[in-house]
Structures are given as C-alpha cells and as structure tokens.
C-alpha cells in the first residue's frame, strides 16, 4: 500500500472546497479538487480515479503546494518561453525585402520557396510549413490571377463588363 500523503494547510477541508468552487482556471480548479479531497482523508489513488489525473501526478501536485503553496498549484504551462524563432529580427527584415523581389526561380513565393531561402540564411534544414508560416507572418498570402478558359473570347468579355 502506498504512504500516504499528506496535504500541509491550515485550511479546512470547506474552505479548499471553496476555493474549488471559485476557481476560473480549469487546470487550477482541478488541483484545488486534489488538495480538497485529500484533506478529506482521501487516498492518493482514489484522488488519481476521481479527477483522472495519475497517483503520481496528485502526489507532486501536493509536494507543489506543500513547497511553495498557491504558487505551486497554478498552471505553470503558461510561463513556459516557448521556442526562439527560426529567424531573428534581421534576418526577417531581409526576408521582406527578398519578398519584394521575384524568386530565383521564377513564379510566385510559396512556403516551399521561402523555406529553402530560409535553410540558405540558419544553415539548417526548415520545414516548408514555416515557409508559408514567415510569409503570413509578413504580411503576404498566395494572390493569383483568377484562370481564364482556354477557348473564352476577350472582347464578348469587355462588352459584357461594360453593359453590366
């Protein structure tokens, strides 16, 4: 049988249920449910199957808590950094103005495109979604002409045009 763990407040059992109750953000309501019911002499595995979360993780949410307190049960996800850019400020800046000019190639700027100019610039290889990802990000979106039919006569096209 696993020790059992033990919640370090001076708050009752109604008052962390109240504070369940009040809670706004999901991830912290459900730790104020743990914390809750484990001051009402709940195991940590009975705990673990009401909220679905593991034994485990009801277990460090409580270190948490007993560690550092309110502070310790937030939702911690949101302070993570996230990952640094592919491109710095520069090299976007420099992007932008090779955007100005047609590519290499030819044709018109896609994802595939920008991304190879981007491998060319970070020296790495760069997936061809963050092509089209930079080129949103700057403002641009795929603009082609609308396709006209092979067979359609350009002159019952403007008096159309003119007449409507």
């Known amino acids: 049988m696993a020790k059992k763990i033990e ?5 009752t059992a109604e008052a962390l249920h109240e504070r ?15 914390l809750w019911l484990l001051k009402e002499g ?18 460090t949410i409580v270190r948490r808590w007993n560690r550092a307190g309110e502070q310790g049960i937030k939702d911690h996800r949101r302070q993570l950094p996230g990952a640094k850019p ?3 400020a520069e ?14 190639d030819g044709g018109l700027w896609s994802g ?11 020296g790495r290889s760069v ?9 949103q990000r700057l403002g641009y979106s795929a603009r082609v002409p609308r396709p006209q039919h092979a067979k359609a006569d350009k002159a019952q096209q403007e008096a159309f045009k003119k007449t409507a």
């Open 7 to 11: 919640v370090k407040t001076e708050e």
């Open 20 to 34: 369940y109750r009040k809670a706004k953000d999901p991830v912290e309501r459900t730790h104020w449910h743990i």
């Open 42 to 59: 709940k195991s940590s595995q009975e705990v673990a199957e009401l909220v679905g979360y593991s034994a485990g993780w009801v277990r």
């Open 86 to 88: 592919l491109l710095n």
């Open 91 to 104: 090299q976007q800046a420099e992007l932008a103005c090779a955007l100005q000019q047609p590519p290499s």
């Open 112 to 122: 595939p495109k920008v991304a190879a100019w981007m491998q060319a610039k970070v």
């Open 127 to 135: 997936d061809e979604r963050r092509g089209w990802d930079y080129l």
